[in-house]
């Protein structure tokens, strides 16, 4: 048999096989003829796709327009059959059953006790999966009788004192804060103290059941304490804190974080001196660091088992973005380093503080290069609440600037792309305003919707206007819709303004 008659075949039973597979089977074998240029196997496999799952899985139209394997085929007259057909099925899957909107129901509390600093003495026990914390805060209890702080939930605590007196505290493991998990909240009785007291305590916490879809870890090949496990007390109504750390850990181990680290012996010591909230330590006998120097910014990029030649990337696109976001907002960012750790874990995810990012991935991609632009974004979007729903001044403003960003690396025709996928998932998204920020599907509303209304305001007031408008946003460090309306107000006229407000009440 002719070579060319057994491929015919090998492609007709593959095609076979397709029609009777799940989604996530058809659609590798979609990528496969993708890949290998067969054209009419790759429509026939995505028409299957859309007839059999169009309008169950709303995700489907948009992550396939951001597919980068089908790039090539968006010239073909197909494609718009697919993107058509796969909306329809879309706008009427919504239709029939629309996403219920829950709304804000998080309140702004002014006057909490506040931490201002925390002094730290941590051993870290790798083997024992235990560490053993001495802490010391310095707080102002600003006339109230207690103070809340949340802390990972498994923790025997052995002391709790206020300004050396013990205090009567109440550690209640029932009582999560909304993003640090598992938690619970230690209460501590402010005593006699109303204004400015130093809170000791001392305590230990088993790290035996960190889950695995945190930024956590406890393990001989990587232990990595953040904000979101809680292993210090943490106020989560401020940020503004700044913490000492010093850090005694099984030998072997090298040691990095979200702070200015040094070493002493077998002493290491994290001094964070810039107002923050959290303290994220990393650790482990394999980490690997490159520092690239650009434009007077040094990037530091930690990793573990992430290929070389990717660490690269990760450490010249980082500086690129961080270059074009200074000149498009006209503005530097708040440090000139910055430290990116790659955590080698599933799932995705990423954080960004001042001067630190951690990216959950195990290779450099569109995918990590869009997830790096959002979180650098942050170093100019990052003074609004992030616990309700006036974090759009966040997220849709950092999502938005990852978008020029592949705009900038990879071309209008990619970024035209993206739009069109996030205005599918604006589509069905619940309005902005109001949204609690934790409701199902907050994700949509607040890095796609808002991002889509960005775009939408930059094409209906045009690009200086737009960029003068997020320069003096950025500039004002603008973190309250209050203030985002008052400078919308000074900048754009009546009609933009009720534009926008609309657009954030649809
Ligand atoms: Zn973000």
Known sequence: MKTRTIAIIIALLQTIAAACQSESALYGHAMNFARQGCKDSLFYSLDRMVTLY????ADLLPELLLEPRLRPYHSDSRWIQVKDRLRKARIEAASESPRPCQTDTATRLDNTPIVNSYDIDLTIDVAAKRIDVRADIDIDFRGNSHADLYLWRHTQLSRVAVNGQAARYEFAKDIEAPWIRPSGRLRIDAGTARGAARITTAYTCRLDSIPEDGFAACDSSLVMLTYYMGWYPIDIDHETSTANIDIHITPGFELTGSGIISRKADTWHMTQPWEG????????????????????????????????????????RSAEIMDYYTRLYRLEPNGRQLRIFLFPAGGGGAYSRRNFIVCCCQRYNEWLYQLL???IGH???SSAPTDQWEDWLNESFAQYS??????????????????????????????????????????????HKGAVLLYDL?????????????HHLATKRIGSQHDFEAETSRRLSHDDCLWIERRLNQ
Request: proline share 3%; charged share 25%; glycine share 6%.
């Open 54 to 57: 169009g309008a169950r899985d």
């Open 277 to 316: 909230f959290d303290y994220t330590i990393i650790a482990s006998p394999d980490l690997k660091q490159k520092t690239v120097s650009h434009n007077n910014r040094k990037i530091e990029v930690v990793s573990l088992g992430f290929p070389d030649a990717d660490a690269d990337s990760v450490a010249v």
């Open 373 to 375: 632009a959002h979180e």
């Open 379 to 381: 170093f100019w979007w």
């Open 402 to 447: 990852s978008l020029c960003a592949i705009r900038q690396h990879l071309g209008s025709a990619v970024f035209d792309d993206y739009i069109e996928a996030y205005r599918e998932w604006a589509r069905t998204a619940c309005p902005i305003r109001g949204l609690n920020r934790q409701a199902n599907g907050a994700f949509y509303t607040f890095y």
């Open 458 to 470: 930059q094409q209906r007031i045009g690009d200086k206007a737009f960029f003068d408008l997020m």
